[in-house]
C-alpha cells in the first residue's frame, strides 16, 4: 500500500466519510505522520497498540486528504479536544481498531459528533453476552447467533 491509496473510502451525501485499512501494511510512518505525532508513535512500548495507533493515523489521513484534495499527509493535523476525542481542523473524527483493521469516520463540523467502531466477530463466553446485552438484545437461542 502506497501514500495515498485507501482499502476502502466512503464518502456520504453528506460529507461524511469513512476509511478501513489494513494495520499491518502501511507505508513507513515518517510518509505521513508529522514530527510530533512520530515522537508518539515512538513512545508507544506495546507493538499492538502501535500498530493500531498507526492503523487509525493512516486511515483518518488518507480519508481527510480524499475530502479535502490534499496530497501531503504529514501536515494534516490531527489533534485532540477536552475530552481526548480526535479532531481535525473542521472535522470531527472517530477511530477504531480491531483484529488489524483500522477505521476513521470523518464529518464536516467542529461542533459535530461521530462515532464508529469495529469489532472481530469471533465467540466469546456467555458471560461477555450478559454483561453487554439485555436478554431482548439477543437474537437467537443461542449467544454466539
Same mark, same amino acid.
Given at each position: 500500500?502506497?501514500?495515498?491509496?485507501?482499502?476502502?473510502?466512503?464518502?456520504?451525501?453528506?460529507?461524511?466519510?469513512?476509511?478501513?485499512?489494513?494495520?499491518?501494511?502501511?507505508?513507513?510512518?515518517?510518509? /505521513?505522520?508529522?514530527?510530533?505525532?512520530?515522537?508518539?508513535?515512538?513512545? /508507544?512500548?506495546?507493538?499492538?497498540?502501535?500498530?493500531?495507533?498507526?492503523?487509525?493515523?493512516?486511515?483518518?489521513?488518507?480519508?481527510?486528504?480524499?475530502?479535502?484534495?490534499?496530497?501531503?499527509?504529514?501536515?494534516?493535523?490531527?489533534?485532540?479536544?477536552?475530552?481526548?476525542?480526535?479532531? !481535525?481542523?473542521?472535522?470531527?473524527?472517530?477511530?477504531?481498531?480491531?483484529?488489524?483493521? !483500522?477505521?476513521?469516520?470523518?464529518?464536516?463540523?467542529?461542533?459535530? /459528533?461521530?462515532?464508529?467502531?469495529?469489532?472481530?466477530?469471533?465467540?466469546?463466553?456467555?458471560?461477555?453476552?450478559?454483561?453487554? /446485552?439485555?436478554?431482548?438484545?439477543?437474537?437467537?437461542?443461542?449467544?454466539?447467533?
Amino acid at each position: 500500500m502506497r501514500a495515498g491509496e485507501n482499502l476502502m473510502v466512503k464518502i456520504l451525501e453528506n460529507g461524511a466519510g469513512i476509511n478501513i485499512v489494513k494495520s499491518g501494511a502501511l507505508p513507513e510512518p515518517g510518509t /505521513f505522520l508529522a514530527p510530533v505525532e512520530i515522537n508518539k508513535c515512538n513512545s /508507544f512500548k506495546v507493538p499492538k497498540r502501535k500498530t493500531d495507533w498507526l492503523g487509525g493515523r493512516y486511515a483518518a489521513k488518507t480519508l481527510l486528504a480524499s475530502i479535502t484534495g490534499r496530497k501531503d499527509l504529514e501536515n494534516i493535523e490531527i489533534s485532540y479536544d477536552d475530552y481526548g476525542r480526535p479532531r !481535525a481542523t473542521g472535522m470531527t473524527i472517530s477511530i477504531s481498531h480491531s483484529g488489524g483493521w !483500522a477505521l476513521a469516520a470523518v464529518k464536516p463540523g467542529s461542533g459535530d /459528533f461521530i462515532g464508529a467502531d469495529m469489532e472481530l466477530i469471533e465467540n466469546r463466553a456467555a458471560a461477555w453476552y450478559a454483561d453487554y /446485552f439485555a436478554p431482548g438484545e439477543l437474537s437467537g437461542n443461542e449467544p454466539s447467533e
